[in-house]
């Protein structure tokens, strides 16, 4: 079966393993897919994660982390720029998300950048998806 969207296909089973309460899910790989990984890790809303090659077909294992409740730490993932429509926002638009508390993922020219990298940085960029 051929994925079009690596990136909301990662986001999907990492909120399904989430629903479910697994400790661990496996994504397909691709750049992206392993940029977003890194910053959910970076963010607090993942334990880890670690590219695996099986030969010559590659996947990111993620371990999901909970909060005492023993629900997931993340409330809402939601892919904003699809294939059919991509959206972009300049600088000034990504400043804050949730009032500080949500993550904005951006694909920008310095590559794959949370929220407040990007307007550190002082660029915009193809808006990926929000994290809260």
Same mark, same amino acid.
């Given at each position: 079966?051929?994925?079009?969207? *690596? %990136? &909301?296909?990662? *986001?999907?089973?990492?909120?399904?393993?989430?629903?479910?309460?697994?400790?661990?899910?496996? *994504? %397909?790989?691709?750049?992206?897919?392993?940029?977003?990984?890194?910053?959910?890790?970076?963010?607090?809303? #993942?334990?880890?994660?670690?590219? #695996?090659?099986?030969?010559?077909?590659?996947?990111?294992?993620?371990? *999901?982390?909970?909060?005492?409740?023993?629900?997931? %730490?993340?409330?809402?993932?939601?892919?904003?720029?699809?294939?059919?429509?991509?959206?972009?926002?300049?600088?000034?638009?990504?400043?804050?998300?949730?009032?500080?508390?949500?993550? #904005?993922? %951006? &694909?920008?020219?310095?590559?794959?950048?949370?929220?407040?990298?990007?307007?550190?940085?002082? #660029?915009?960029?193809?808006?990926?998806?929000?994290?809260?």
């Amino acid at each position: 079966m051929a994925i079009n969207d *690596l %990136v &909301s296909d990662a *986001l999907t089973r990492i909120r399904n393993a989430g629903m479910r309460r697994l400790p661990v899910t496996t *994504l %397909v790989h691709s750049k992206s897919v392993e940029a977003v990984a890194n910053i959910l890790v970076d963010k607090g809303y #993942i334990e880890s994660c670690n590219v #695996i090659e099986d030969g010559v077909k590659k996947t990111v294992k993620v371990v *999901l982390k909970y909060g005492e409740d023993g629900k997931t %730490v993340i409330n809402e993932m939601k892919r904003i720029s699809k294939p059919g429509r991509r959206v972009y926002q300049g600088k000034e638009d990504i400043k804050r998300f949730k009032n500080g508390y949500g993550t #904005i993922i %951006v &694909s920008t020219s310095h590559g794959v950048l949370p929220n407040d990298k990007a307007y550190e940085l002082g #660029i915009g960029g193809e808006v990926m998806c929000t994290v809260w």
